[in-house]
Nanobody
Framework: QVQLVESGGGLVQAGGSLRLSCAASGRTFSMAWFRQAPGKEREFVAAISRSGGSTVYSDSVKGRFTISRDNAKNTVYLQMNSLKPEDTAVYYC???????????????????WGQGTQVTVSS
């Protein structure tokens, strides 16, 4: 069983930046970030393959967010720039134990989940 611990959330003004981190207790393959706003379903944000050579983004964050990873530290990052109030949500880290050709973009594609970190963007 792999444990995931997120950090880096907080309160920021619109147009600002935050960097989220997610540390895994063991080896993982694809890793991803999802988010869930109040009253809404959890949605995909970004994913990265184990090698880092393949990344996928939702249309709503493409060009503003960057996902990366450091396998030596078993850590994945999400650099969030040009934040908007609609980015406000709890952000969850996810990891899978299976090697896929491309990183999954659905909740069902991941085996392990973190507890989430709150990101609030004020207008």
């Amino acid at each position: 069983q792999v444990q995931l611990v997120e950090s880096g959330g907080g309160l920021v003004q619109a147009g600002g930046s935050l960097r989220l981190s997610c540390a895994a207790s063991g080896r993982t393959f694809s890793m991803a970030w999802f988010r869930q706003a109040p009253g809404k379903e959890r949605e995909f944000v970004a994913a990265i393959s184990r090698s880092g050579g393949s990344t996928v983004y939702s249309d709503s964050v493409k060009g503003r967010f960057t996902i990366s990873r450091d396998n030596a530290k078993n850590t994945v990052y999400l650099q969030m720039n040009s934040l908007k109030p609609e980015d406000t949500a709890v952000y969850y880290c996810a990891a899978d134990r299976t090697a896929f050709v491309a990183p999954p973009t659905t909740i069902g594609g991941y085996d392990y989940w973190g507890q989430g970190t709150q990101v609030t963007v004020s207008s």
